[in-house]
């Protein structure tokens, strides 16, 4: 009895040296960690029933950011006039002011303020955003910042403790912790990022902020959770820090980001097709489409194949495809293993760069409208529904299309009720408008169709 005793009285203490102490982290780390809101004008509409706190019921997987956020106090649905306004965190990772958070953080700001742990607000320009892996890229004007030392990603075992600092519902510098759950999670719609899964805890105000390892390093950006109320339950998800650095490199050296792509469309391969193709189990990607003139139609690739590996990479569902072919840089070969017919072959074929994201085929009109657009490729004109079109790449934040309201992302389908085909005929276009008078301009944005008003300055 008296041994059973001096077990249970030892058992706390055990648990308790067990456990990490997160203080000198974060004394250390906090003070690189930002606060980041933003505000936009107003829409003409209602604000959306979406919002965190609204009626209709939210998504399981969601970002915690953005216009679900709750409103601060004196702003409610219907109030037209005032700008919207959101929070969100982020951290400097160069002491000359560079900084990361989420791209959906910032999607669509008017204004965007930093302020940092000794109170500074520091008005932050926008280097660059890809929503393909949510990641944004803010520069203030400022020398000697504290900075966060970045950790390996890669490294990450599922069941080790990590914490997060941020500004969950605007309370700045929050500290949670919790553990790896799982690691290279593919979520939907987010087929780019392998996602790390964890338990911390997460809320609204928390997404752009670092994940930490004991070490005090930065191994991820905590950027969506499972939620049914709109809150933590439980699953937070955050992206590793590699894949955020490569995107956060490419954002500031080229301004935009460079990914492979085949040019296929398709699907998981269920046991009922696995059993048709002869296979042991449900693996891979099956192909349903080629698309003509892309690399995989000229690599050989086809219809009904189903691809297994990528560079001795298994492909285990098809969600895993895009990922590891976005990760190869374009115009590098892979090596793809493909069942086809019932037979496994080798196929090695040149990846091309995804049509979205070439900048290379950007034409500028930076005295006239102050953008640079990008062409459209079939598949995205088919994807908005559209038949012609522009992407809007960059906006001058002084130029004549940030003052009518034109955003990045954007896309221009038709100026002066006269439609938009190509860069250069938008310049031509351009050219040929008096100086001064408004003319209108059809946009997509986010699948919705929206006019604004464009009046030129003079024209140098």
């Known amino acids: 009895m008296s041994m059973m005793v001096l077990l249970m009285a030892a058992t706390p203490a055990v648990a308790q040296s067990t456990l990490p102490d997160f203080t000198r982290l974060v004394e250390k780390a906090a003070p690189a960690v930002v606060n980041i ?20 019921v939210p998504e399981i997987f969601r970002h915690f950011f953005g216009d679900r956020f709750p409103m601060p106090p004196g702003n409610s649905p219907g109030m037209e006039d005032e700008p919207r306004r959101s929070l969100g965190s982020g951290f400097i990772f160069e002491e000359d002011g560079y900084i990361m958070t989420n791209a959906h953080v910032v999607k669509e700001a008017d204004e965007i303020l930093v302020r940092l742990n000794d109170h500074r607000e520091l008005e932050a320009e926008l280097v660059g955003t890809d929503e393909k ?5 803010l520069k203030v004007d400022a020398d000697n910042l504290p900075t966060l030392t970045l950790g390996n990603s890669d490294d990450l075992k599922v069941g080790q403790w990590v914490a997060a600092i941020g500004s969950p519902f605007g309370f ?16 939907p719609q987010d087929v780019y990022v392998p996602f790390i899964q964890t338990d911390v805890a997460i809320n609204p105000g928390n997404s752009g902020g670092p994940l930490f390892n004991l070490d005090g390093e930065v191994v991820g950006i905590n950027s969506q959770i499972l939620t049914r109320s709109g809150g933590y339950m439980g699953l937070s998800f955050a992206i590793p820090i590699d894949v955020a650095m490569d995107v956060a490199n490419q954002l500031r050296q080229e301004g935009y980001v460079s990914r492979g792509w085949l040019g296929v469309s398709i699907q998981p391969v269920s046991k009922d097709l696995a059993a048709s193709f002869g296979m042991e189990q449900a693996e891979g990607a099956l192909i349903a489409q080629v698309e003509p003139g892309s690399p995989a139609a000229k690599g050989g690739l086809k219809a009904g194949d189903v691809i297994l590996e990528v560079n001795d990479q298994e492909v285990d569902r098809s969600t895993t495809l895009p990922r590891l072919v976005g ?3 374009p115009g590098d070969e892979v090596d793809l293993r493909v069942l086809r017919e019932g037979q496994r072959e080798r196929i090695t074929l040149e990846v091309g760069e995804w049509p979205d994201a070439s900048a290379g085929q950007a034409e ?3 005295v006239r409208l102050g953008v640079v657009v990008q062409p459209l490729s079939d598949v995205e004109k088919r994807r908005l529904g559209i038949e012609h079109g522009v992407r809007i790449a960059r906006v001058d934040p002084t130029g004549d299309a940030a003052a009518a309201g034109i955003r990045p992302g ?3 389908v038709s100026l002066a009720d006269k439609p938009v085909e190509s860069p250069q005929q938008l310049k031509q276009m351009l050219a040929d408008l008096p100086q001064g008078q408004a003319v209108p301009v059809l946009l997509n944005r986010d699948g919705r169709a929206y006019f604004v008003a464009l009046r ?5």
Do not use: C, K, W, Y
């Open 37 to 56: 809101s933003t505000s936009r004008e107003a829409e003409s509409s209602l604000t959306s029933s979406r919002q965190f706190g609204g009626q209709e």
């Open 133 to 137: 892996t949510d990641v944004a890229v």
């Open 172 to 187: 700045d510098h929050s500290v949670t912790s919790g553990i790896i759950s799982a690691i290279n999670r593919t979520l």
């Open 327 to 329: 990760q190869t840089n």
């Open 364 to 366: 500028s009109d930076p």
């Open 410 to 412: 954007d896309v221009m």
């Open 456 to 460: 030129l300055g003079d024209a140098e």
